[in-house]
């Protein structure tokens, strides 16, 4: 039962809805006093339960048994699984000894008495004890938890998983007679021996009748296992005996081959030396076959030739391919000159900007591409990167591609391997520029929005004063990544998750601006990944919790208002603005993240 205590998370998911009589019967098992413990120690259930009413510690064991109280409570333990086992924990403890009755009993036991032990301790009971002892997980229990598991019986037949108790007592009282305790201990409050009596009432014939029926049934079973094994032990033997025979038929086929390929070989051999005479001059026979070799080098020569014609056709020649590749860069350069200095670049000089860049890698890529050459092609990155640079579309979605582009200049200069590296850098800046205005365009702040003292929009000040390192942050992941992206139509699962990734990365570069980050997604699967002082959490959209509800409920248990929040959700904004320092606009902390200056706006 401690282990159960101890467990994170839940056990697992009910195979069907459970209905409000499991409910009712685990709350009115509860004493009072269980539930006054339990809502002092959470002060949400606390305010949710009692809602309404008078939360005087003197009536809280009274309106614990309301009608409506228990309603409430019963609701909150269908749709809360974290607080039903809580409940179950309690639950345990207060039901003690129903508990060590269940778990002293074996687990066979237990299946083949599953309807008595139902229907002795009540399906609710007997239910809650299962999952509380683990066998809830186990295949042959889940699969006796069907519709019908909640008609409850008692007859006379539900007291038969209790015979073999009756009859080790029953012996020990025959052996013990004169231990007059043993006699007070089975003794009832009259004084009457109460379980003497009711074990001679049992020992009918009709009970002797039903333990010989029991036994016979035993005795059926262990006859049917002792003839399996029989089967299996017949089938070892025959398996072994013809694997013997397996390996002794390989061994012989072995033997056959070898001396088969001797015989052939010697053959060969025999053949070879009848080709010449004892003089060495050769037969009128070997002549023609001689011409016949000849003949066929020929043809062989020729079908060289013909592939080497097609490879030519094929790859081309040195020259046609120095022709193709001087045209190629040629134009490119063309491209790169629009990209940078035309204003707007049409649609079709992108697409044909693509098939360029495609056409110079497949000859790059031509097999032995060094004889057009003539030498190892240039490998200077400045070029290669202002190229890379320039051909980039300003899109949100490139913009981690320029940071990584910006670290590699960065490495390289320091390694002396960048040449023009001034150029490079002013390059990246207007990258960053383009990228940006684009943002801003799309995203121009509301100025209605900045007269309201909950938006903190000076995140940079912020940051720079060094206060930040004292708050923790709550980023509503796909709320900033769906405003900069202009919302979710157009926008693909695969892109979506690469847009998340290249956020969640430069997120971790700037996590020592802060205390600690939480960065919420919402997921299929609720997981929690620590790296650092950030945590990546994804919720659990199975059970109706969103990244929304994780972020409120975090932020509405703090007892600090030390945090900020990253969102533009005005409902999120509304439910924890007295406990957050300041919101910030998911466009103003997507430029924070990967270092772009907030543009001057045009008047």
């Not at 309106?63 to 228990?70: I, T």
């Not at 590296?421 to 702040?445: D, G, M, N, W």
């Not at 007269?451 to 923790?472: H, M, R, T, W």
Request: net charge negative; charged share 30%; with cysteine.
């Amino acid at each position: 039962m401690e282990d159960f205590l101890a467990k994170d998370g839940f056990p697992g998911e009910l195979p069907f809805r459970l209905p409000n009589s499991f409910f009712d019967r685990i709350i009115r098992d509860i004493p009072a006093s269980g539930w006054v413990s339990l809502i002092h120690e959470e002060p949400i259930l606390k305010e949710s339960l009692l809602k309404g009413f008078s939360s005087s510690i003197t009536k809280l064991a009274h309106l614990v048994r309301q009608p409506q109280v228990e309603v409430r409570l019963r609701r909150m333990l269908q749709n809360d699984p974290d607080l039903l086992k809580i409940v179950l924990g309690i639950w345990a403890l207060e039901q003690s000894d129903v508990i060590d009755f269940i778990e002293m009993l074996d687990g066979s036991f237990l299946l083949d008495n599953f309807e008595a032990l139902r229907d002795l301790l009540g399906p609710a009971r007997f239910l809650a004890c299962l999952y509380v002892l683990g066998y809830w997980n186990e295949t042959e229990f889940s699969s006796l938890l069907e519709e019908g598991f909640w008609d409850r019986s008692v007859e006379r037949d539900t007291l038969e998983v209790l015979n073999p108790a009756w009859t080790v007592l029953e012996k020990l009282i025959e052996e013990f007679q004169d231990l007059p305790w043993l006699h007070e201990a089975l003794a009832g409050p009259e004084g009457d021996d109460t379980i003497q009596a009711k074990m001679s009432q049992e020992a009918s014939p009709q009970m002797l009748h039903r333990e010989q029926e029991r036994r016979k049934k035993v005795e059926i079973k262990l006859k049917k296992l002792q003839a399996e094994k029989e089967r299996i032990k017949g089938d070892l033997t025959r398996y072994r005996e013809e694997n013997e025979d397996l390996r002794s038929r390989v061994a012989t086929w072995e033997k056959e081959f070898e001396s088969r390929l001797e015989k052939e070989l010697a053959h060969q051999r025999r053949q070879w030396f009848q080709r010449y005479h004892a003089s060495g001059v050769m037969k009128d026979a070997t002549l023609e076959e001689a011409y016949k070799r000849f003949d066929g080098l020929l043809k062989r020569v020729d079908q060289a030739f013909e592939l080497q014609r097609q490879a030519d056709e094929q790859y081309g020649l040195i020259s046609a391919v120095s022709q193709q590749l001087l045209h190629v860069e040629l134009y490119l350069k063309e491209v790169e000159r629009i990209y940078r200095d035309s204003l707007v670049v049409h649609s079709e000089v992108a697409q044909v900007k693509d098939a360029l860049l495609h056409e110079r890698k497949r000859l790059l890529n031509l097999p032995e591409i060094q004889k057009v050459f003539g030498q190892e092609p240039d490998l200077r990155p400045g070029a290669g990167l202002k190229q890379k640079l320039r051909f980039l579309e300003p899109v949100p979605e490139n913009l981690s591609r320029i940071v990584n582009l910006e670290e590699l200049a960065n490495s390289l200069e320091s390694l002396n391997l960048l040449e023009e590296a001034e150029t490079v850098k002013r390059e990246i800046q207007q990258k960053k520029s383009q990228v940006c205005e684009v943002l801003y365009h799309r995203f121009q702040p509301d100025k209605k929005k900045d007269a309201e003292p909950i938006s903190y929009q000076n995140l940079d000040d912020f940051v720079e004063s060094g206060e930040s390192k004292k708050y923790d942050i709550y980023v509503d992941g796909y709320n900033v990544l769906l405003k900069v992206q202009g919302g979710k139509n157009g926008i693909s699962d695969a892109s979506l998750r690469a847009l998340r990734e290249e956020f969640t990365a430069g997120v971790l570069r700037k996590r020592h601006f802060f205390h600690k980050i939480f960065l919420v997604f919402d997921g299929v699967k609720e997981s929690r990944e620590a790296q650092g002082n950030v945590e990546i959490i994804f919720s659990d959209r199975t059970r109706g919790i969103s990244a929304d509800t994780i972020i409120i409920r975090a932020l509405g248990s703090r007892k600090d208002s030390k945090s900020v929040l990253v969102t533009a959700d005005q409902e999120i904004i509304h439910q924890t603005e007295r406990r957050v320092h300041a919101s910030v606009d998911p466009f103003h902390f997507y430029m924070f993240v990967f270092d772009l200056s907030f543009p001057v706006p045009l008047p």
